[in-house]
């Protein structure tokens, strides 16, 4: 349904059209969303933990997180708020990697992300595994600003953005595909945004 | 967790019945949606603009009506020159123009049904709007809920709503109006004109009778952020604070 005198937008260059999902727009900044205030959380505080259910199976101090192995991604992100932001920089630990460093093999298929503010998102361990997702410490080369999520952010850049949790503090398998905070008031439980699932009655 | 309650939201179109200039750049477009539209004061809705080829444009917009006003939804929108959406309502659209929209939407930055406690309520620009719905709906609804709104505008003529909420607070039905200028002068005795900061948020919370149960906070990233730390280092819990921030 064409909205009448509105022929003008703001088109995305050409080359860029195939790396927009549907509804979005490019976005230059960097803007930042979330439900309550930025939590300043220092490295001496941080601790990353992942658990099966209510079993906590590794904690790692913020200096033992950084032993391990750094990866870089480079990926397009994509808000729900309808900005998309080409070929952002990051650079963190893959969930492969955390795994690994734990010796587990997934044992449920689904997460739920957990942050310093009680800040939850379900994530399916598909969406983590096989180098598709990393906990990010790093963008554009420097330590992620509180805003951003920093000290440490999840970042699942194949979904919408509010799956890539700020302030980050641990990743728990959940014998089921739990809705986290944005999920139980109204946004998809997935969140693809090739197939707009923004909100709940989404397909 | 009723928060996910009755997620209901095709796109539809809404007619624009009426169009009111509030201030030289914030203007109110109210719609009649072609659906039953039941939401929440708080809530917002997307708006989608569509060209003849087919691009599209998508915004968020806070409803500024109370849910009691009947069928007809307010969105006050402020004019950014060398945006996207905003200038297409301020410079083309009409009454009797069909806009497609989606929503209600946000199950978060919401009136509280249930909490008793009073409310900070802390705006910065058109980040009152969902606020403004939130005041309406209590005076609406008659409620005792003590409420304090500090409202952040650069001059006195940009504060959006202005009489209407100076009429409010001059009942004195447990409303309270706190207006901060930040590039003019205060005209209200009891008015700042400075930025949001701690001794402003711990003298309007001594407005309130208890100290409040929830803070809201809308506007601008960096307003939010200001006014939410500002609110902390005033004692309110973080927990306590929900915020809606508008993007850059
Ligand atoms: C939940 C929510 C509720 C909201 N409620 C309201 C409300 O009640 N009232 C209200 O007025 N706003 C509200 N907003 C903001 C609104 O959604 C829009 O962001 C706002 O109207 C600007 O849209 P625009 O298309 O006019 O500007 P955009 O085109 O999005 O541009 C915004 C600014 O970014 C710059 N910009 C962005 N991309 C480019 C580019 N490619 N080239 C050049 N410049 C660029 C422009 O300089 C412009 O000033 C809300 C936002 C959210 C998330």
Redesign the interface.
Known sequence: ???????????PPTDGDARIP??Q?LEQ?F?????????RVRTEDWSFTLKHGPRPIKKWSWAEFNALPLTKMTRDIHCV???TKFDTPWQGVLVDDILADAGLEPPTGFTLAHAF??YTTNVPVKDLTAGKAMVALLYEGKPITS?HGGPARLLVPHLYFWKSAKWLNGLQFTTRDE?G??E???YHIYGDPWREQR???DP | MSDAAAVQSPWQMAKIVRIEKRTPRVTSFFFQPSRPFAYRAGQHVDVRLTAPDGYQARRSYSIASAPESGGVIELAIEKLDDGEVSPFFHEVAAIGDEIELRGPLGGHFVWPEDENGPLVLVGGGSGVVPLMSMVRHRAAQNSSVPVVLVFSARVWDEVIFRDELITLDDRQHGFDLVLTLTREAARRPADYSRRVDVAMMAQAMVRLPEPPGLAFVCGSNAFVSAAAQALIDAGVAAENIRTERYGV
């Open positions: 349904m064409v909205t009448r005198g509105f022929s003008s937008g703001r088109r549907p509804g727009y900044g803007p930042v969303l979330s439900a309550g205030p930025t939590p708020t309808a900005w503010d009680g805003d809705p905070f944005w139980l008031r109204g909100y709940t009655d």
